[in-house]
């Protein structure tokens, strides 16, 4: 067997409220909430477990997510919709712009606990 990332713990101030939020920007369901975890499951088999925790608790962290074209198009529509600030960069310096890295688009926004997402329609070293 090939090792495959399953799952990885989100730690949230409200789980539901950031796995609902995420899920509404990437346009994917939240699953049922099963003991302190709230799921939201992606195309290649990872699911994000949004877990509340302290405020004092989280560490913002980094998480990207490969989507097509027309994923990113209905993503960012939602992102505008709802006002949410975006950036082209990671160190958020350019606000209400997107990138053009590896030949695709790209862009940066926060979650409600503060964890840095990104979207991104050519992984890193696309070169075509």
């Known amino acids: ?3 495959e990332l399953n799952h990885t713990i989100v730690h949230a101030l409200d789980n539901r409220l ?3 939020f995420l899920a509404h920007v990437l346009g994917l369901e ?3 909430a099963w003991g302190p975890f709230v799921p939201v ?3 290649n088999g990872v699911t994000l477990e949004f877990a509340s925790v302290p ?3 989280i560490v913002p962290q980094h998480y990207a997510f490969l989507v097509s074209d027309g994923e990113f198009d209905a993503a960012f529509a939602r992102i505008r919709e709802r006002e949410i600030t ?3 960069d990671p160190f958020l310096k350019q606000p209400g712009e997107i990138n053009h890295h590896h030949g695709g688009r790209g862009l940066y926004f926060r979650d409600p606990a503060g964890h840095g997402m990104e979207i991104i329609t050519r ?3 696309f070169e075509g």
């Open 1 to 3: 067997m090939s090792v």
């Open 18 to 20: 950031s796995a609902e």
């Open 30 to 32: 939240v699953g049922t």
């Open 41 to 43: 499951d992606t195309a």
């Open 55 to 57: 405020a004092e608790s």
């Open 86 to 88: 975006y950036y082209a």
């Open 123 to 125: 992984p890193y070293g």
